[in-house]
């Protein structure tokens, strides 16, 4: 057989996703899903509480992640080392993570053992000892983390941005805190956040994996919390959350609707730059749309963004976007770490290049096809393990999302045409409604006026 070496092979197409359909039910206002999956001899536990660092409130940033490190430092009146040990002799794995909208509690364990690991996961969420000693102990070890990112770059430049593009609104804040505010944090903080926020709202129980046959539905029955049907759900919660400005930016002082804020670091070798602006919250009909355009500006390696700032130009060694869906519109931001000497220039790259896209050079077929197919051709692999599955459920519970939205995604990806880039590019990504974050030299970044956004305000690092 002969083979065609004058073109390249096209494709396979993507290959249907069947996501399983979880079993659900409720104890009172609370829920557990499960499913079975078979692969390996293990069960995966989330615990979710849809509270994150957006419930902290202003004075006291950091208090979701505070308390949540404090959940596995010792519970049921036994030891940290006492409830790892118990983890190590069951072969289970624990781990907290703290979003902007939800916190979570994933617990690996064996089949065999799963119905102690339960109950122990919910001792730690239910009962954990909060002891002030254990207090003092992270709040050093956190207030150290605050001090060390002080020489990140990035880190540097994510806080500043997000306190531009959301001012007061809780997305705005720094989720591991400052230094004043985690010194603000006391007992009794911690303790009133655990009692009216990880037990007074609404959890949901995922289960996932080898499940034993019977009784660890029961046992999951048995372990929420008892007065979880008088607990608050997480809409009523949200509901007491200030709405954000439309126009982004609302900081305080000198900061207010800036369009460009200069963080110093002098000596830097590199610029760090964020530029982006408010999209849609997850549940908008346009997210399918959005993530091909940003695959089509910087989401991709070929993407427009790299191909012209790293290829074509040279500024940098790597140049990527990104689109954030949360409970409240998140955001479009590109991000990139650039050669000083070459700030405004890579600014004014990044601007023409979104400005380009929906207006005198719109994407065409063969490239809105490249952005397609970096999204669906490996999309099923997202699904391979039961951690996977478990933790993709846990967007549908959190965002109220249909059961078959996974497997909506393929096809809905690939009914975007080129045109509906435009539309999008044109309707989210305006230049006009960009703001931009540096993290540079003052003495070596050139004139950033010239950029057309106004005069450089100057931030002072977090």
Same mark, same amino acid.
């Given at each position: ?29 609370? /829920? ?17 509480? *849809? ?63 799963? *119905?102690?690991? +339960?109950? +122990? ?8 000892? +909060? ?37 007061? /609104? #809780?997305?705005? &804040? ?49 372990? +929420? ?103 409240? *519109? ?8 650039? &050669? ?90 305006? #230049? ?31």
């Amino acid at each position: 057989m002969s083979i065609d070496r004058s073109r390249m092979p096209r494709p396979a197409h993507p290959p249907a996703v069947r996501f399983p359909v979880p079993e659900k039910h409720s104890l009172g206002r609370a /829920h557990t899903w499960s499913v079975a999956h078979h692969d390996l001899p293990v069960v995966v536990f989330i615990w979710m509480i *849809p509270v994150g660092s957006a419930a902290d409130p202003a004075d006291r940033a950091g208090l979701a992640m505070f308390a949540a490190d404090l959940l596995d430092e010792g519970s049921g009146g036994r030891t940290m080392l006492e409830v790892n040990e118990q983890l190590a002799r069951m072969g289970a794995q624990l781990d907290t993570e703290v979003g902007v909208d939800a916190t979570m509690l994933t617990l690996v364990s064996l089949s065999r053992t799963a *119905p102690d690991a +339960l109950a +122990l996961l919910a001792e730690v969420v239910c009962r954990p000892n +909060l002891d002030s000693g254990e207090i003092v102990r992270v709040r050093t070890l956190r207030s150290n983390r605050v001090r060390q990112m002080r020489s990140v770059p990035g880190a540097l430049a994510d806080r500043a941005f997000y306190r531009q593009l959301y001012g007061s /609104h #809780p997305y705005g &804040q720094p989720p591991l805190g400052t230094e004043a505010t985690l010194e603000q944090i006391g007992q009794t903080d911690l303790h009133r956040f655990h009692r009216e926020r990880l037990l007074g709202v609404a959890p949901t129980l995922l289960l996932v994996g080898d499940l034993p046959p019977d009784g660890l539905r029961e046992t999951a029955r048995s372990v +929420l919390p008892s007065d979880v049907a008088q607990s608050a759900q997480a809409d009523e919660l949200w509901a007491r959350l200030p709405l954000i400005d439309e126009l982004g930016a609302e900081a305080n002082g000198d900061e207010k609707a800036a369009r460009l804020i200069l963080v110093p670091r002098p000596g830097a070798a590199q610029s760090e730059l964020r530029v982006g602006a408010l999209t849609a919250d997850r549940t908008t009909r346009d997210y399918h749309s959005l993530v091909v355009t940003n695959a089509a500006v910087g989401g991709a390696f070929v993407s427009r963004l790299n191909l012209n700032l790293r290829e074509r130009r040279g500024y940098t060694y790597g140049v990527r976007s990104s689109v954030q869906f949360w409970r409240a *519109p998140g955001p479009f931001v590109v991000q990139t770490s650039v &050669q000083t000497d070459a700030t405004a220039a890579s600014i004014a790259e990044i601007l023409k290049e979104l400005a380009e896209i929906g207006g005198p050079r719109p994407v065409d077929g063969r490239e809105t096809a490249r952005a397609r197919d970096s999204l669906t051709l490996g999309f099923a692999r997202s699904f391979e393990t039961a951690e996977q599955i478990a933790r993709a459920a846990t967007q549908l519970v959190l965002y109220n999302l249909p059961d078959s939205w996974y497997d909506d995604f393929v096809p809905r990806v690939e009914a975007v045409e080129p045109e509906e880039v435009t539309r999008i590019a044109r309707q989210y990504l305006d #230049p006009g409604r960009m703001y931009v974050t540096v993290v540079a030299d003052p003495d070596r970044v050139g004139d950033l006026a010239k950029l057309g956004l106004g005069e450089p305000i100057v931030a002072e690092p977090f």
